[in-house]
Nanobody, 112 residues
Framework: QVQLVESGGGLVQGGGSLTLSCTDS????????MDWYRQAPGKQREFVAR???????NYADSVKGRFTISRDNTKNTAYLQMNSLKVEDTATYYC??????WGQGTQVTVSS
């Protein structure tokens, strides 16, 4: 059974950095794609980044060059390193495994 647990959110000043983690308690992590999405208040959930089971990465244009997605298959964990954070990055961040399973979300708030 897949269960995703996210952590690492918080309050940070603009220009700062945070690293989010998403850990899968199941057994399919290493072969599947992992995505990060985010949802700001009053807005639709939007794609942020993806890392495939093979390690290929792609990013939304809004975060390209600032965010880095990675994974550690030995720990069943994916990461989202977020640098040069902007106020508009404020949102609840969700991880998604295999295009099916969602985490509970972790709040990221960037102050000006």
């Amino acid at each position: 059974q897949v269960q995703l647990v996210e952590s690492g959110g918080g309050l940070v000043q603009g220009g700062g950095s945070l690293t989010l983690s998403c850990t899968d308690s199941g057994s399919i992590f290493y072969i599947t794609d992992m995505d990060w999405y985010r949802q700001a208040p009053g807005k639709q959930r939007e794609f942020v980044a993806r890392i495939t089971g093979g390690g290929s990465r792609n990013y939304a244009d809004s975060v390209k060059g600032r965010f880095t997605i990675s994974r550690d298959n030995t720990k069943n964990t994916a990461y989202l390193q977020m640098n040069s954070l902007k106020v508009e990055d404020t949102a609840t961040y969700y991880c998604r495994l295999d295009s099916i399973y969602w985490g509970q979300g972790t709040q990221v708030t960037v102050s000006s």
